[in-house]
């Protein structure tokens, strides 16, 4: 086990000379990795075969390395937003690519293995950056019917291989935590069922043990941010039939890194991970792993928000009340898919004390209020852009009127929302599912306003760039 500690720290530390430096966020498209991905064609570890075409017509690749006779299958992105093992692979690639350096310890997984990697299993949907494929069906729930062609692909692709182990690499949501410890569940591992006894199988056996090994590699580098994903059986889905099948198949799912909302850490932990197995797999050292590790690995909790607000104080007839406010950041997809913008809601109000935040403000002291729509219209962005904001909140208002035909977009780098209507607003509230944007004060002097769920300190509005919302009409 030390050994395999030293070769994960050796792969961290050198993780820069093999990075994929052309893949920058989590939103690359196909087009981008089949270069990639041909490149491989000309090197001498690689094989590169085409298994089929998505929906719409894009090549499939099946990536082969490795000459020994155990069988490792790894298949990545079935779901079209989930692209952080994605990334990994392709920093893999660049690692077997090399000839000069982990000599050893490439020898050992390739002579001991057969390597085979289907990247972006779903290419439609990551050209919209969406879960589902072009037809809006879960490639995860098709492993029965065989609707879709990318499903046909991976179950023809399992069926020629019977692989001895198989890896099954998505991403989860960023509000998933390791049990109740207050950390993002980063990495969560799963032994998928066989069936609805949860069956120990001799493959479910073996996808515990390794999993248990990779735990204890990666709690060297994340400790306590690791979870296991719930075992109840799903009949649909790809691992729980692998497993039935035969296949020692561990479920990777990549979910939130505090200050990592693009995954780039989370990727390196990934091909870490990823190398780790194969090196425990060809060496056989994952069978000496007790399957107690696995078993004590903290459940897959929702215990995480991306803000809360803490002891705000809010009034309603004289009354004080303290409440914490959750709030969650969804991404609006924008540019074709290749960029987006946030949108935030609040998760919940009252005693958060339960959750954490990936980043949280304690506001003893301080009241809130919801903020209000200023009545008189402007007409033009120009307008807008000499708003003075701190005023603006002082007069207790996050958002303006825009009556400009001209105008549009969706959201806007002004620290206030813009209403592109002259209807008048209905008063929100500070409740679940209801937009963010309060007015903060401490002794009556308004300190903070909350502007689309973003924390904004009046003396530092200048600093402020994150973004508002256009409300349409
Ligand atoms: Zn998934």
């Known amino acids: 086990m030390a ?14 000379n093999f990075k994929e430096k052309s893949l920058t966020n989590r939103r690359f498209k196909h087009s981008d990795i089949v270069p990639l991905i041909e490149q491989l064609q000309n090197k001498k570890n690689f094989k590169v075969d085409k298994v089929g075409k998505s929906v719409e017509g894009r090549d499939i690749y099946l990536i082969s390395m490795g000459s020994g006779k155990t069988k490792v299958f790894l298949w990545s992105q079935m779901h079209g937003d989930e692209p952080t093992a994605t990334a990994a692979l392709l920093d893999m690639f660049n690692f077997f690519s090399d000839d000069s350096a982990f000599p050893e310890l490439k020898n050992l997984i390739l002579s001991n293995l057969s390597i085979y990697i289907i990247p972006m299993v ?29 499903a046909k692909i991976l179950k023809e692709v399992f069926d020629s291989l019977k692989a ?30 066989p069936d609805y006894d949860k069956t120990l ?44 099948w035969g296949t020692a198949t561990v479920l990777l799912e990549s979910g939130g890194w505090r200050g990592d909302r693009e995954k780039q850490f989370l990727r390196k932990i990934n091909y870490i991970t990823i190398l780790s ?16 590790v696995y078993e004590s690995i903290p459940q897959n ?4 928000m991306d803000l809360i607000l803490r002891n705000l104080t809010v009034k309603r007839d004289e009354i004080d009340y303290l409440i914490d406010v959750g709030i969650n950041f969804g991404e609006v997809n924008i540019n074709g898919a290749k960029d987006f913008y946030l949108k935030a809601e609040i998760e919940d109000v009252g005693d958060l004390s339960v959750f954490a935040g990936y ?35 002082s007069e207790g208002y996050t958002t303006v009127i825009l009556n400009n035909d001209s105008f549009q977009g969706e959201y806007s780098r002004l620290p206030f929302n813009i209403i592109l209507s002259d209807k008048t607003i209905p008063e929100a509230k500070i409740k679940p599912d209801e937009a963010p944007n309060f007015i903060i004060r401490k002794n009556n002097e308004v300190e903070f306003a909350v502007v689309n769920g973003f924390l904004i300190d009046i003396e530092k509005i200048e600093s402020w760039n994150d973004n508002s919302i256009v409300y349409g009409k």
Request: charged fraction near 25%.
């Open 3 to 16: 050994q395999e500690k030293q070769i994960a720290w050796d792969l961290y530390h050198s993780y820069e």
């Open 122 to 150: 779903n290419p439609d949907g990551a050209e919209e950056f969406q879960r589902r494929n072009i037809v809006e069906i879960d490639l995860n729930r098709d492993v029965l019917r065989l609707q879709t062609p990318e």
């Open 164 to 193: 001895d182990f198989g890896f099954n690499l998505h991403d989860q949501g960023r509000d998933y935590s390791a049990g109740n410890s207050f950390n993002p569940a980063s990495i969560s591992f799963l032994a998928p069922a």
């Open 201 to 244: 199988t001799p493959p479910r056996e073996n996808a515990m043990k390794l999993i248990g090994n990779l735990v204890t590699v990666l709690n060297e580098f994340i400790p306590g941010h690791i979870a296991k994903y719930s075992d109840d059986y799903e009949p649909r889905a790809f691992g729980d039939n692998f497993t039935k």
């Open 277 to 292: 197995a194969l090196n425990s797999i060809a060496s056989g050292g994952y069978a000496n792993t007790d399957i107690s």
């Open 301 to 304: 909790e929702k215990f995480m």
């Open 359 to 393: 980043e949280e403000f304690d506001l003893s002291g301080y009241s809130v209020e919801h903020g209000k729509t200023k009545p008189e219209p402007y007409h033009s962005f120009d307008e807008l852009e000499k708003i003075n904001s701190a005023r603006l909140y």
